[in-house]
């Protein structure tokens, strides 16, 4: 018999939300469902804010869950869908939800969900349809995934830098402290420096290349550069 798909939900808001404890510490565990007030058991995106709140993705709406209670979201509060796909943090603490059908993002000063065109303005990216959105750990750099190009928004200097960018089916974006790395189609890497603003291509074996045309890599830099 299958498992419950609410099995995945516990283990990740496990993951999430518990701190690290001792061997000798009593932790308790909570399975969340439907029955909790989740919209969905199905999750397919799960997110810590960095006010404490957990952030459910499902494929019938959005939950905010405040580890009492969840706190459902729908089209009649402002998203843009039900099926969300993602979900992410902005340098002014802002919450981007990532759905099929458009993207938006909650903030928490207007109590609104904000299209995504309206934020992305603000803030100088000129991107329009976002196609994918991340950060850094502290939130201080916002990168922003287009048809043509990634945008990075560095608050600390109040600046928005640009990339150009082909075929994104196939970029899957990466942020390593203060560079952003991505392929393209042709599993070239790309290193774009957010304190230069120079990109410059990474250079690997051909062979290795020749493997990964055509797939879509995934990409994870480290802190020692690897």
């Given at each position: 018999m299958k498992r419950p798909q609410s099995l995945?939900?516990?283990?990740?808001?496990?993951l999430c939300v518990c701190a690290p404890a001792r061997a000798d510490e009593l932790?308790?565990?909570?399975?969340?469902?439907?029955?909790?007030?989740?919209?969905?058991?199905?999750?397919?995106?799960?997110?810590?804010?960095?006010?404490?709140?957990?952030?459910?993705?499902?494929?019938?709406?959005?939950?905010?869950?405040?580890?009492y209670r969840f706190c459902s979201f729908t089209a009649l509060d402002g998203l843009p869908g039900a099926r969300i796909s993602s979900l992410a943090e902005d340098t002014q603490g802002r919450i981007w939800v990532m759905t099929l059908d458009g993207s938006a993002c909650y903030s928490y000063q207007d109590d609104r969900f904000v299209p995504a065109e309206e934020a992305?303005?603000?803030?100088?990216?000129?991107?329009?349809?976002?196609?994918?959105?991340?950060?850094?750990?502290?939130?201080?750099?916002?990168?922003v995934?287009?048809?043509?190009?990634i945008a990075a928004y560095i608050a600390a200097q109040g600046r928005v830098l640009e990339f150009?960018?082909?075929?994104?089916?196939?970029?899957?974006?990466?942020?390593?402290?203060?560079?952003?790395y991505?392929?393209?189609?042709?599993?070239?890497?790309?290193?774009?420096?957010?304190?230069?603003?120079?990109?410059?291509?990474?250079?690997?074996?051909?062979?290795?290349?020749t493997?990964?045309?055509g797939s879509v890599p995934v990409l994870y830099a480290d802190r020692r550069g690897g």
């Amino acid at each position: 018999m299958k498992r419950p798909q609410s099995l995945v939900i516990f283990l990740l808001i496990l993951l999430c939300v518990c701190a690290p404890a001792r061997a000798d510490e009593l932790m308790a565990f909570h399975n969340l469902t439907t029955a909790d007030g989740l919209t969905s058991n199905r999750v397919p995106a799960i997110y810590r804010d960095s006010r404490g709140f957990l952030w459910v993705g499902t494929e019938e709406g959005l939950d905010r869950y405040d580890a009492y209670r969840f706190c459902s979201f729908t089209a009649l509060d402002g998203l843009p869908g039900a099926r969300i796909s993602s979900l992410a943090e902005d340098t002014q603490g802002r919450i981007w939800v990532m759905t099929l059908d458009g993207s938006a993002c909650y903030s928490y000063q207007d109590d609104r969900f904000v299209p995504a065109e309206e934020a992305l303005s603000a803030m100088g990216i000129r991107i329009r349809e976002p196609m994918a959105v991340g950060s850094n750990q502290d939130h201080s750099i916002f990168w922003v995934l287009g048809e043509e190009s990634i945008a990075a928004y560095i608050a600390a200097q109040g600046r928005v830098l640009e990339f150009p960018v082909t075929d994104t089916r196939y970029l899957l974006p990466c942020l390593q402290e203060d560079r952003i790395y991505y392929a393209d189609a042709e599993a070239r890497l790309f290193c774009a420096d957010l304190r230069t603003g120079v990109r410059e291509e990474i250079q690997y074996p051909e062979d290795f290349r020749t493997l990964l045309a055509g797939s879509v890599p995934v990409l994870y830099a480290d802190r020692r550069g690897g």
